[in-house]
């Protein structure tokens, strides 16, 4: 195995994110009340994709440990559905993408996802399995259920480190 490469983390943005799928947050432009006025709904937030005759789209719960090291040495994809992740403590995360495709090893980027937002990776986005900073992170999980293969896998011919920006 090669040495490992420093990949820079960096904050998560709508905009830096969205050639991978959609951050989920409380924003106030999607915001309306409802129940008289004593909710906040913050609406359509992601859009989940469950292509393929016979799927669904499925709610779960993964609790998940951080990688110590927290060395990445594969990425996955789902190509026949997005997949959301939203942390049901406030812990953050780390997001490791790449675009669809084939995975250009070049293309990774790494993502802070702070305790308030969430990510949904939009169908046949490259991403790191779940990366949890603090022990016993939980997260509500949307995905896609049904037939056929909805997970590749691939192992990294380099693998790589995250170098998180001062103060993060």
Not at 97 to 107: H, I, K, Q, T, Y
Request: hydrophobic share 40%.
């Amino acid at each position: 195995m090669s040495q490992p490469r420093e990949l820079r983390v960096q904050p998560l943005t709508a905009s830096a994110f969205a050639p991978f799928g959609q951050v989920i947050e409380a924003d106030a432009a999607s915001a309306f009340p409802i129940n008289q006025g004593r909710t906040e709904r913050f609406h359509a937030l992601a859009q989940v994709e469950a292509l393929g005759e016979g799927a669904q789209g499925i709610l779960s719960i993964f609790r998940g440990q951080p990688l110590n090291p927290l060395v990445i040495t594969m990425m996955e994809r789902h190509p026949q559905g997005s997949q959301a992740f939203v942390p049901l403590r406030g812990q953050p995360f780390l997001a490791v993408v790449a675009p669809p495709g084939d995975l250009d090893e070049s293309r990774v980027k790494a993502f802070l996802v702070q305790g308030h937002q969430g990510v949904n990776y939009l169908a046949g986005t490259w991403h790191a399995p779940l990366l949890p900073l603090q022990p016993d992170s939980e997260y509500l999980v949307v995905d896609r259920q049904g037939p056929g293969n909805n997970c590749d896998e691939h192992v990294l011919s380099q693998p790589i480190v995250p170098v998180f920006p001062d103060g993060a």
